[in-house]
């Protein structure tokens, strides 16, 4: 269990819950896993279930091939995650990571049910993305105990963390997240709760822009990647990152957005749509603005 440290906000916590075991909920319990802490990781159905493990086997085995971590170390870590189809597991979470699709009523009848199930003084967090934290909050009967925690892709490696306080977070809930993320060895950032919140905010209005440069035959894919990798030093351009975050989730990102700001900036490039409706998600369904042999093998057109 992991040390307790002797920061005025320094709560314990031993069990983290996950709800959602797609990519991002898979790293989110990667990430809490490989810091000495249990989770248990909640899918509605086997087939989910068994498409986190399969994402938690894969991510880890690849820092085993690159010498990052041994065999033993990788049993461990995977030993420490329990993956289930019952709610009723999460009964002894500390705390409670949402990260399920990017639905309201999803999302909010999931806060429903934790009321039911985790301890009055357990933390429940949700990694949405756009939706309203605050709308969210109000389906549980303690709306002061939740936050946003807004993980980058892929959680292991991406550092920053958005926390997302409502008007009604208590301050004690906040610091403890806080101190909990810094501890995970991530960088937190607080902010209030608006769609897009800081980072989507100012990277979906540029992403949406190079989409609409490539959809008006402006330039190449491939130029206009390079030019964002080459010019500004970006560890890739922006179609190959939108591939990597999927497009569904870009076009549902954009589409709060500009529902809620009315910056014509979000209002989703056409393109996008047409993409989504055709299947070409990115990476995950093996097509998006390039395509691939595997969600994370290089790009082969
Ligand atoms: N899961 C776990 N680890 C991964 C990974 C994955 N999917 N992809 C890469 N890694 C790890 C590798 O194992 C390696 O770890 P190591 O240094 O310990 O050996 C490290 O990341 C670097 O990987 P590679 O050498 O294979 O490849 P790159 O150096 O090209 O890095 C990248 C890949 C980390 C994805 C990098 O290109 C990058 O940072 N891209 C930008 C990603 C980004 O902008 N993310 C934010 C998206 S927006 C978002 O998530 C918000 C949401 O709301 C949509």
Redo the contacts with the bound molecule.
Sequence with gaps: MPAMTSTPAAREFSTIGVIGLG??GA?IA?VFARNGYTVVGAEQNDEGVARGRQHLEH?TG??VK?G?MTESEQAELLGRITLTTEMKDLADADLVVEAVVESLETKKAIFRALDDIVSPDAILATNT??LSVTEISTANARPGRVVGV?????????NLVEIVRTVVTEPAVLAEVQALLQRLGKNPVVCGDKAGFI??TL?FGYLNHAVSMYEHKYASREDIDAAMRFGCG???GPLA?LD???LD??YE?LDTMYKQGRDRLHAPAPILKQYVTAGLLGRKSGRGFYTYEA??SPIVV
């Design positions: 990519t991002m790293g990667e991510s690849r820092a690159r990052k993305s756009s807004h993980f980058f892709n892929p959680a292991p490696v991406q980072a989507n990277l970006y560890p890739m990152l990597l975050i999927g989730t870009a990102i969600p994370d």
